[in-house]
């Protein structure tokens, strides 16, 4: 009897403030789609990243911290990144998204994780972030997001968090996003969704060798 193949696991270092990261899940995910649809199985875990620890949960406006931080440049850069990610179907509202704290979203996504539905929580807090403007840091938009994802949280984000950011940063990860294939390589920025879907494939086939 043939040898069946085992799942892919990817392991996804992102930060969903991140538009590189915004980018290349939807590019891997769109991957992810045809190579299930073709009999391939994949397993996801995500792991948190922070790309503003300090940020807090009040927000303001991501236009005006990008122009703290780079100057005013930053928003000729954003209009490029917004206008490239049309090819790949996203809607990039920089004109409203709120530059805010990431910690309760990464305790959303670890807890969605735990009842099946990370992959669906991370694209939506994505969207939620840079298509919608919502302030994704207010734990009454978190409460809303995980009631429309019908995600149960128990326990508000703490130590057990904390820990799996502070075990990501002794890893060496300092920019996101970063994804890491189980029998295969890992990868730092927004790929072609070719080169995921080549990666996926070979995977698969070492799998049963």
Same mark, same amino acid.
């Given at each position: 009897?043939?040898? %069946? ?21 939807t ?5 992810? +789609?045809?190579?299930? #649809? ?11 990243? %922070?790309?503003?620890?300090?940020a ?19 928003? +000729?850069?954003?209009? %490029? ?7 790949d ?8 998204a709120? +530059? ?11 807890? #969605?994780?735990? %009842? ?27 409460? +809303?997001? #995980? ?63």
């Open positions: 009897m043939p040898a %069946q193949p085992q799942p892919v696991r990817i392991e996804m270092v992102l930060d969903v403030i991140c538009a590189a990261s915004y980018i290349g899940y590019r891997l995910a769109k991957a992810v +789609a045809r190579h299930r #649809a073709s009999g391939g199985e994949v397993e996801f875990a995500f792991s948190p990243f %922070q790309l503003a620890p300090e807090t949960g009040e927000g303001e406006p991501l236009l005006d911290a990008l122009r703290e931080v780079f100057g005013e440049e930053a928003a +000729a850069h954003t209009t %490029q990144v917004a206008a490239d990610a049309v090819h179907g996203l809607e990039l509202n920089y004109d409203r709120i +530059a805010t704290s990431t910690f309760g979203a990464h305790h959303l996504i670890a807890v #969605a994780s735990g %009842q099946g539905k990370g992959e669906e929580a991370v694209e939506r807090l994505f969207r939620a972030h840079f298509t919608d403007g919502l302030n994704i840091g207010d734990p009454a938009v978190l409460a +809303a997001l #995980a009631e429309e994802l019908g995600v149960t949280v128990r326990e508000p984000a703490g130590e057990a968090l904390q820990a799996e950011l502070d075990r990501v940063r002794r890893l060496g990860v300092r920019g996101v996003p970063v994804f890491a294939f189980s029998a295969g390589p890992t990868l730092t920025g927004a790929q072609s969704e070719d080169v995921f879907r080549q990666i996926l494939v070979k995977s698969s086939n070492s799998s049963v060798n």
